[in-house]
């Protein structure tokens, strides 16, 4: 039995009052055992629509362990290998010049290209809606949309020698897999895992599309300025290879079963599931260690791995604990809603012991 019957849903539920949350709280753990959902706060605050368990959460980067996902399929077919080479994988016209022709796709997903980002994750100062002040967030709908920002990024440092996080690095791969496909990113994803592990409420919606039970993306107050904002120009219109995918929490459970491995038999080989999960590097003050498209955080109890998202209006977590069993998907509608929320699942399930 995992540690879930013993988590103190009282602490949680206070934990909860005190953020105002807003989206999704979702743990499972062994088979059969009882799992637990709450809910809070609103979809839709100007229409009064409130978040329900089946509402779907854009989840920023989260879409990098969906697109980790996607290529080891890819790999499994023999369509792609870790170890290709990007700029084989390409027409000239999306080859960045400034790229070391020796970057692998496994280099790309496992942040360790050592090409330039789009967006500095290691400027603390740095506002990921500022990006979309300068180019119109409207005409981001699909990975190629995204070439202005990537094609004069210059190669920051060898490949392989360092891990740090990148995000224009995956949208690189998903060209990469629409060029050697022919076929646009999200059909390959819907093909290849939202079908197969029976994610039927994912997708990637445009957020000027009228789409059922979708939660609109918030950013509180600021201070000195009026009320709430959406993030409707803080972030892509659509989501893509490194973030923005719509997700509910019992489909992200189900994504990280089928990256586990407790998920549907034979949905990846047990050497691509390896590849995949790793870790095989690790940032520098070691607090992430990187699969190909999969984050591990945490020691001994806490020991997990699966991926984090923060956008303007949009953060998530999702999590396995391989050493206990337990999963935790936990969604926001809200910027930085998750982050605090899913800490302390953690606390109170080390409390909980197992």
């Known amino acids: 039995m995992s540690r ?7 602490a949680l539920d206070g934990e909860l009052d005190a953020a105002e949350f807003s989206g999704v709280v979702h743990v499972v753990g062994d088979d059969g055992e009882p799992y637990l959902t709450i809910v809070r706060g609103l979809a839709d605050r100007a229409a009064g629509v409130a978040n329900t368990a089946q509402t779907r959460f854009g989840v920023a980067s989260v879409s990098k ?5 996607t ?24 080859r960045p ?57 210059p190669q920051i440092r060898p490949p392989r020698e360092r ?37 039927t409420r994912s997708g990637f919606w445009p957020l000027d599309a009228v789409v059922p039970d979708l939660a609109i993306g918030y950013l509180p107050p600021r201070p000195g300025a009026d009320g709430w904002r959406t993030n409707i120009h803080a972030v892509p219109v659509m989501g893509g290879p490194d973030g923005g995918v719509q997700v509910t929490v019992g489909d992200l459970i189900r994504l990280i079963d089928g990256v586990s491995g407790r998920g549907p038999r034979g949905f990846l080989s047990d050497a691509t599931r390896a590849e995949l999960i ?13 699969g190909r498209g999969v984050l591990h955080v945490g020691d001994g109890a806490s020991a997990r791995f699966g991926h984090t998202g923060e956008d303007p209006g949009a953060s998530a977590r999702i999590w396995t604990y391989p050493a206990t069993g337990e999963r935790v998907a936990v969604v926001s ?22």
């Open 4 to 10: 879930l019957v013993r988590l103190d849903r009282a």
């Open 163 to 199: 891990a740090v996080y990148n995000n224009g690095t995956y949208v690189l791969v998903g060209i990469a897999v629409e060029e050697r496909t022919g076929r646009a990113f999200p059909d390959v994803v819907a093909d290849e895992v939202f079908g197969p592990l029976g994610m």
């Open 97 to 153: 010049p400034g790229l070391d022709p020796g970057v692998t796709i496994g280099d790309l997903l496992g942040h360790t290209s050592g090409f330039g980002d789009y967006f500095d994750e290691e400027d603390s100062d740095a506002d990921y809606a500022d990006v979309w002040r300068a180019i119109p967030p409207g005409l981001m709908r699909g990975p190629k949309d995204f070439w202005p920002l990537l094609r004069d990024l």
């Open 333 to 354: 509608n809200v910027t930085e809603g998750a982050g605090a929320i899913t800490r302390r699942i953690d606390a109170l399930l080390l409390e909980a012991g197992g």
């Open 278 to 290: 790793g870790p095989h590097s690790a940032s520098d003050d070691g607090v992430f260690r990187f």
């Open 71 to 94: 290529v080891a399929r890819l790999v499994d077919r023999g369509a792609l290998a870790w170890t290709d080479r990007y700029v084989d994988l390409v027409g000239p016209e999306w």
């Open 65 to 69: 362990l969906v697109t980790g996902t």
